[in-house]
């Protein structure tokens, strides 16, 4: 090969490699270019999606705000409540004197704590939790006119109180069967005084329930009176809260 061609043929090549170059530049750019398109779009869309669904929300809770606005006043007749407020001083004179005389006694309240059944008083804790639970869904279906669910559910919640007192009456059992009474010391005196107290009110507020839904159950509540229905739910709420403080002072505290 002579040099001239040797010359023309080193042209030739840089002429290729310019061109495969300039292609691959051209091409990457393009790429860049589709991909930042691409990646434009899809921020958009992503955008757009969002902002619908922020939008979706705030109409639903707009929606859900004009249907059910908020009320500053106490469900229930204040007669209740006030009732309630006396139940709940009566608890907290009782909650105070197991505390004191526990401190007074501490060997006998420890080992007489050591003879109940935690897992019985879980189980009652748990019975009463489900039930104050089904009360407030069946109050929420009422407000919603679905009288039928209502009732369900305060069916629901009797058999739940139920268990409590098959619970109850069972650690009583046991607890008289091994010789302890209200006679043994100021423990069982104070445990079985407390808890049978509001074992009572547990039964009173089975009876109210009961009433409401036999009430419920006659469409009394179609009217969009529910003051009646909230009063009997509020205390069954008391109910359940009393024993909430009542169970760890008694079962789990030493």
Same mark, same amino acid.
């Given at each position: 090969?002579?040099?001239?061609?040797?010359?023309?043929?080193?042209?030739?090549?840089?002429?290729?490699?310019?061109?495969?170059?300039?292609?691959?530049?051209?091409?990457?750019?393009?790429?860049?270019?589709?991909?930042?398109?691409?990646?434009?779009?899809?921020?958009?869309?992503?955008?757009?999606?969002?902002?619908?669904?922020?939008?979706?929300?705030?109409?639903?809770?707009?929606?859900?705000?004009?249907?059910?606005?908020?009320?500053?006043?106490?469900?229930?007749?204040?007669?209740?409540?006030?009732?309630?407020? &006396?139940?709940?001083?009566?608890?907290?004179?009782?909650?105070?004197?197991?505390?004191? &005389?526990?401190?007074?006694?501490?060997? +006998?309240?420890?080992?007489?704590?050591?003879?109940?059944?935690?897992?019985?008083?879980?189980?009652?804790?748990?019975?009463?939790?489900?039930?104050?639970?089904?009360?407030?869904?069946?109050?929420?279906?009422?407000?919603?006119?679905?009288?039928?669910?209502?009732?369900?559910?305060?069916?629901?919640?009797? +058999?739940?109180?139920?268990?409590?007192?098959?619970?109850?009456?069972?650690?009583?059992?046991?607890?008289?069967?091994?010789?302890?009474?209200?006679?043994?010391?100021?423990? *069982?005196?104070? *445990?079985?005084?407390?808890?049978?107290?509001?074992?009572?009110?547990?039964?009173?507020?089975?009876?109210?329930?009961?009433?409401?839904?036999?009430?419920?159950?006659?469409?009394?509540?179609?009217?969009?009176?529910?003051?009646?229905?909230?009063?009997?739910?509020?205390?069954?709420?008391?109910?359940?809260?009393?024993?909430?403080?009542?169970?760890?002072?008694? *079962?789990?505290?030493?």
């Amino acid at each position: 090969m002579s040099k001239e061609q040797r010359h023309r043929h080193e042209k030739r090549k840089l002429l290729f490699f310019w061109l495969i170059n300039n292609n691959l530049i051209s091409g990457t750019q393009n790429a860049y270019t589709s991909a930042r398109k691409a990646l434009l779009v899809c921020n958009t869309e992503i955008f757009e999606v969002l902002s619908r669904v922020v939008k979706m929300v705030h109409e639903h809770l707009l929606t859900n705000v004009t249907r059910e606005p908020v009320s500053e006043e106490l469900p229930g007749d204040f007669a209740m409540w006030l009732f309630i407020l &006396m139940e709940l001083t009566v608890f907290a004179i009782f909650f105070i004197s197991f505390a004191t &005389m526990q401190n007074l006694y501490p060997a +006998m309240f420890g080992t007489g704590k050591s003879s109940l059944h935690p897992v019985a008083g879980l189980i009652c804790t748990l019975a009463l939790i489900t039930s104050s639970y089904f009360v407030a869904l069946a109050g929420i279906r009422l407000r919603q006119g679905n009288e039928s669910r209502c009732s369900l559910f305060l069916a629901a919640a009797l +058999m739940a109180a139920t268990f409590y007192l098959i619970t109850k009456f069972s650690e009583y059992s046991q607890l008289i069967q091994a010789g302890y009474d209200l006679s043994t010391n100021t423990f *069982y005196t104070l *445990y079985f005084f407390i808890t049978f107290f509001h074992l009572m009110h547990v039964v009173l507020g089975m009876v109210i329930l009961g009433y409401m839904l036999h009430r419920t159950r006659q469409g009394a509540y179609a009217t969009g009176e529910h003051s009646g229905f909230e009063s009997g739910a509020s205390y069954w709420h008391m109910v359940d809260l009393v024993w909430i403080i009542l169970f760890p002072i008694i *079962y789990v505290i030493h």
